[in-house]
T-cell receptor, first 113, second 112 residues
Framework: KQEVTQIPAALSVPEGENLVLNCSFT??????LQWFRQDPGKGLTSLLL?????REQTSGRLNASLDKSSGRSTLYIAASQPGDSATYLC????????????FGQGTELSVKP | DVKVTQSSRYLVKRTGEKVFLECVQD?????MFWYRQDPGLGLRLIYF???????EKGDIPEGYSVSREKKERFSLILESASTNQTSMYLC???????????FGQGTRLTVV
């Protein structure tokens, strides 16, 4: 069964700290992996998309890496800010399924001033 | 920018009512999806569509149906709303062969 797992479920850090969020998935034959941010009561905002042929993607203070052989992705956030507080979701597409995504449960991040 | 728009942010409906949730995307995407999100259960796929008039069941289709008469619009229908369908509903779209998904702002549905 194709599954996505995110650890930890919640994380609290002081402002300015660099942090890493983890995502693991079964079945390394992924099509792509996407990281999202969700603020309370809101929809999902796409942060980064990594295609299966890529090893990493960067956007501003965010860097996402992909290691298919070990079934892992990490989202690195540099110099965290209180505005980064949100739930971060990892989602995997295994392709050939009309774009269907399997989501992890998310990591709830709190950045304290 | 890709825009996925859901018709309502908040809805309150009575048990037994037929409920329509509407979603429109403006980027000519082939794929569209309906998810529900519940605490502790995460996002679960209800239905998806990869073309006009095409639909596929997701993981939890029971009690729901969908309609896709035009490429830009994907409707979720609760045939007879029940209290266990109280949830956050999220619509998404993606282009074919890329699978980069874009989400709407969500509809918080409460069934009383």
């Amino acid at each position: 069964k194709q599954e996505v797992t995110q650890i930890p479920a919640a994380l609290s850090v002081p402002e300015g700290e660099n942090l890493v969020l983890n995502c693991s998935f079964t079945d390394s034959a992924i099509y792509n992996l996407q990281w999202f941010r969700q603020d309370p009561g809101k929809g999902l905002t796409s942060l980064l998309l990594i295609q299966s042929s890529q090893r990493e993607q960067t956007s501003g203070r965010l860097n996402a890496s992909l290691d298919k052989s070990s079934g892992r992705s990490t989202l690195y956030i540099a110099a965290s800010q209180p505005g980064d507080s949100a739930t971060y979701l990892c989602a995997v597409s295994w392709g050939n399924q009309g774009g269907k995504l399997i989501f992890g449960q998310g990591t709830e991040l709190s950045v304290k001033p | 920018d890709v825009k996925v728009t859901q018709s309502s942010r908040y809805l309150v409906k009575r048990t037994g009512e037929k409920v329509f949730l509407e979603c429109v995307q403006d980027m000519d995407h082939e794929n569209m999806f309906w998810y529900r999100q519940d605490p502790g259960l995460g996002l679960r796929l209800i239905y998806f569509s990869y073309d006009v008039k095409m639909k596929e069941k997701g993981d939890i289709p029971e009690g729901y149906s969908v309609s896709r008469e035009k490429k830009e619009r994907f409707s979720l229908i609760l045939e007879s709303a029940s209290t266990n369908q109280t949830s956050m509903y999220l619509c998404a779209s993606s282009p074919r062969y890329v699978d980069e998904a874009f989400f709407g702002q969500g509809t918080r549905l409460t069934v009383v």
